[in-house]
Structures are given as structure tokens and as C-alpha cells.
């Protein structure tokens, strides 16, 4: 099992914060299946204001350019994407069109330290 962690922003907004959380007490079905079908065995997303951290663990089977082509294909998670746009806004030093950004691990603590 390997871990990713990204991030991205929401826009700064309470009332728009409050609706990202909302759809993602329940997100649709569809997406969930793509999340799995790709390979990601576990997903958690945190917020600190308007800061997501998400955490990924994905088996061997993932890779981000066939999740990517996967969800250019499926039109439910295209739907999904446009929407929670209207929420997310990119990190100052993303690259065009980048939304969640891998983040680079700078420190372990492993047991036994």
C-alpha cells in the first residue's frame, strides 16, 4: 500500500465552505465507485479554514495518469468536478489547470525512532 497526500484550496467563503462539507456527507455514489474502481483503498480529507489536506492510500493497481484518463471518460465525475469548482480555488503555485497538489513528505517519525 503506498500514500499520497495533496492539497488544495476552498474559496474563502463560510456559506460556500458549509456546502463543500455538505456534498461531501454525501457524496454520490458514482464517484465513490470511480474512487475505488482506481485503485484508492482509503481516502480522508481535512480542512484547516480554507486549507484540504486529503490523505490517499491506493494499492498497486493506482496511478494518477489512469485515474485521470478514467475521469476524463466518465461524464458523472466530470459532473462532479465542475461542480465542487464552484467551491475550490487553486493553490498560489499550482500549475495551470492543477487542482489537488501532491505534497512532498519531509518527515518520518517511524517506531523504534
Not at 467563503?13 to 456527507?25: G, M, W
Not at 454520490?28 to 480542512?47: F, N, T, V
Not at 459532473?79 to 489537488?100: T, V
Request: proline share 4%; net charge negative; with cysteine.
Amino acid at each position: 500500500m503506498k500514500r499520497y497526500c495533496l492539497a488544495l484550496d476552498l474559496k474563502d467563503d463560510p456559506k460556500l465552505i458549509a456546502e463543500y462539507e455538505a456534498y461531501h456527507k454525501q457524496v454520490w455514489p458514482e464517484i465513490l465507485k470511480s474512487i475505488h474502481d482506481a485503485g484508492i483503498e482509503s481516502m480522508q480529507i481535512y480542512r484547516a479554514g480554507n486549507r484540504l489536506f486529503m490523505i490517499m492510500e491506493v494499492n498497486d493497481t493506482f496511478s494518477f495518469e489512469k485515474k485521470s484518463q478514467a475521469d476524463k471518460n466518465n461524464p458523472r465525475v466530470q459532473d462532479w468536478e465542475d461542480l465542487m469548482w464552484n467551491y475550490q480555488q487553486a493553490l498560489p503555485f499550482a500549475k495551470a489547470g492543477e487542482k489537488w497538489v501532491l505534497m512532498e513528505r519531509i518527515f518520518e517519525l517511524a517506531s523504534g525512532y
